[in-house]
């Protein structure tokens, strides 16, 4: 079946750094979401990327659709502690199905 | 802003009993979804449910478990001979199409 590939699986930066994490996939998805999920909470919707090659930005965050829409990267610049957490990429195919994948835990040293 | 509620926030359950985990979705969504998530583990999907019946599930749905939209507002997740490996947090999400909204999950441990 469809998998995401996630990485890196776990990170630890200083306060300040930017961070990346990407998905990727042999298969084509329709839709990627970025999500952010902090202990004992549900995922929290980030990003949401509609269109192949779409460049989004929220705040100090910002996705783009690969236009082979077989990828997704995340990017966070000048990390804060409330970054810390785990995120996770989510793709949709043609058939909105939405699988996950699993997850980047980002730790920041103190 | 409206939120995908769940209840409870936690159960714990002997194995073998039935649990019945609830979720109210946000109002004007039309999909609705139960994920599954080991601890320190992935999101898993387990069912979908659109237009009063199941959409899409997972091999790990099986005849264990079972949802219902009884009424207008509640979606619930039934698993009716509970086991140690169902010990997980359950999270409800609800969409206008693809983009989920999560609520804040029910931590489900059978002992």
């Known amino acids: 079946g469809q998998q995401l590939n996630q990485s890196p699986q776990s990170m630890f930066i200083q306060e300040g750094e930017d961070v990346s994490m990407n998905c990727t996939s042999s298969s084509i998805f329709n839709t990627w979401l970025w999500y952010k999920q902090d202990p004992g909470e549900g995922p929290v919707l980030l990003i949401a990327?509609?269109?192949?090659?779409e460049l989004t930005s929220n705040g100090r965050l910002t996705a783009q659709f690969g236009i082979t829409r077989k990828d997704s990267f995340l990017n966070i610049s000048a990390s804060i502690p409330s970054d810390v957490g785990i995120y996770f990429c989510?793709?949709?195919?043609?058939?909105?199905?939405?699988?996950f994948g699993k997850g980047t835990r980002l730790h920041i040293l103190p | 802003e409206p939120e995908v509620t769940q209840t409870p926030s936690h159960q714990v359950t002997q194995m073998g009993q039935e649990v019945i985990l609830r979720c109210v979705p946000i109002s004007n969504h039309l999909y609705f979804y139960w994920y599954r998530q080991i601890l320190g583990q992935k999101v898993e999907f387990l069912v979908s449910f659109y237009n009063n019946e199941i959409s899409e599930k997972s091999e790990i749905f099986d005849d264990q478990f079972s949802v219902e939209r009884p009424d207008g507002s509640n979606f619930t997740l039934k698993i009716r001979s509970t086991k140690l490996e169902d010990s997980a947090m359950y999270f409800c999400a609800s969409s206008e199409r693809v983009t989920l909204h999560f609520g804040n999950g029910t931590r489900l441990t059978v002992t």
């Open positions: 989510a793709g949709a195919n043609r058939d909105d199905k939405i699988i």
């Open positions: 990327l509609y269109k192949a090659g």
